[in-house]
């Protein structure tokens, strides 16, 4: 996917950020802006993304791994739990400056389909939604062998 299909790509999507800092928030927000997309929701805990995936349709998720009093693995559990979650298959990009090999297979485990690091550039961030985006199945919790891109 090049940077013009991204742009067409990100013009019709609705993006939930979910970081308790608002800083981090708003840097993807300018950048998301900037590469085209109309419309970025920002919220500060897994509590109020699950309401706001639960009222409205979210295209993708990217969410902070480290928040209080629940992280971002924990809002990944909850968004792939196929019984209780109204957006199961929701692609999710997930930001961490913690990027150890383990913690990256956690986050594949669980179910996370990108992994960036911070600190990170808008070039990681657009090859990132890139990867996401263009990634048509998305192998689930538990595929061992699913793809995950992953950037720093």
Known sequence: MNDFALDKTLSRLTILLVDDSAAL??????????????EVIETDSVERALDVVGSRQIDLVITD?????????DLVRT??????????????IMLS?????ERVREARNTGVDAFLTKPFTAANLAQTL???????????????DAALATAS
């Open 25 to 38: 928030r708003g840097a993807l927000k300018v950048s998301l802006t900037a590469f085209g997309c109309s």
């Open 130 to 144: 890139r990867e996401t985006l263009g990634y048509q199945t998305h192998n689930r919790a538990g595929a061992e």
């Open 97 to 101: 400056a913690y990027s150890a090999e």
């Open 65 to 73: 791994w480290k928040m209080k009093p629940r992280d971002g693995i």
């Open 79 to 92: 968004l792939r739990d196929r019984r209780h979650s109204p957006a199961p298959n929701l692609p999710v």
